[in-house]
């Protein structure tokens, strides 16, 4: 039985050997693509704050609104009222009312500035000096003092050509209402001071408008737009990855303040592309375009393309062909076979395929004499479920030649169970370790750095692989990174 078994292996691999004859032309090498992995594109929003200084507005106001807000000069007809007593049931005057001349001021203290929620608080401390004089030609003087705390609120807007806009209400409350005590009465001026800060009201709510339309935001805007057509580095080295953003529209979703700052809720939204290489041209820009009143949702969106050179994956192959020459391939009713091979070629094939070619030297274990040396190519289309980096093969082409035997023996080796599935596998691991490399090199490059005026956070929440596919320039898996950036403005002084 075993000479029969030996007999008919002897015969099957006769018959395999003579079917390929490289004298009659043998197996020729794949063609070989030509096209480039895509760089992708997509939309990402990045929020753009811009901060602006109120403390000019105090100053602005201090030189606009007088210290001395309004005098008082005039004679009041009864600054005491009649006294009257109850005489018989009827109420009997027993003194006239008592006229006098009141004389003084309102002065203001210095301005307050303070962000309250989405209002400029301005607050104006009110200092009242009111003397009556001559009254009834009996007390020759009576100065009397008052506070009053007057806050300007102001709500401010951006219009869509970037101005500021303002509106202001004032209101005001004594804390110390102005008066005297004169033969047990007293005397307030409350009546005469508002009848004069009316007007004062006014001219602080015009001020205070007019000041706010002085704010420039958009020659800040401007600039910041214009910088933003850009190029922003993802990752140095190793491979070099750049984001490139083109701006398309910006975004106001309202304002906030802090102390003296006044935040403006803008956001970017534009073209983002990655580049695997050096860094791209920038973007042409244009003028800043109309505000957009929409509430911007940053998100960041980058499609890194990995890009796997052929040059970089043959001695991965290599290595793994090596290491696997090791032990026996063991072949189908041929028996186990020893193999070894020599230096591997790796490029692009078209339709999507890969092309590894590799040397071959085999040998039988059960047969004697010289080893079968040849070439064996193969081709196949890389697959992976969208999600994994792991590698698998389709569509397989196995072709080889040999020293002048025959090529079918080489068939059945790339065939067998083995050889595609070692391949994938080194792909595997390949690309397993480079996504996990380039996601922290990412996540350390991006998280907060200065770029020129640019002060850029970011921030990576998820990241995941899409389908893989063999181009002329190498095998590309893309990556998707989501999360969310904003850039401060902060040009260097």
Known sequence: MRVIRELAAALLLTALLSACDPAKGGAKAPPRATDAAPMPSQ????????DADIAPLKAQLERALPKTLWTINQREKACVAPQRVKLFGKRVKVTPAIPCTIVGQVTRGALRLRGEGNEIIVDMPLHATVAARDIGGVLKGETATGAALAHARVRIDLAPDWRMQGKARISYGWTKAPGIDFLGKRITFTDQADAKLAPVVRDVEREVNREIGKINIRAQAAEIWRQSFTSLELNRQNPPVWMRVTPQRILYGGYRLSGNRLSLNLGIEGVTETFVSERPENPESV?????????????????VPVVADYEQLQPVIDRALAKRAKRPFVLPKIGPMMVSFGKSTVYGAPGGRIAIGADVE??????????????????????NTPGSTEVRFTQLDINGDTDGV?????????????????????????????????????????DQRREGAFIIRTHIDGFETGEIKAYGNGLYLPVRLTGGASVDYRPKR
């Open 406 to 446: 025959g090529g079918d023996l080489l068939i059945v080796l790339g065939r067998s169970e083995g050889f595609s599935a070692l391949i994938a596998a080194a792909l595997t691991q390949n690309f397993a370790n480079d996504l996990s490399e380039l996601e922290g090199k990412i996540k350390r490059a991006v």
């Open 43 to 50: 939309r990402s929003l990045i929020a753009v704050p811009i």
């Open 362 to 383: 085999a040998r039988l274990q059960s047969r004697a004499g010289e080893p079968t040396r040849g070439r064996i190519w193969m081709t196949a289309v890389p697959v």
């Open 287 to 303: 003028p800043l375009p109309k505000l957009v009143r929409e509430m911007p949702h940053p998100h960041l969106d980058i499609r």
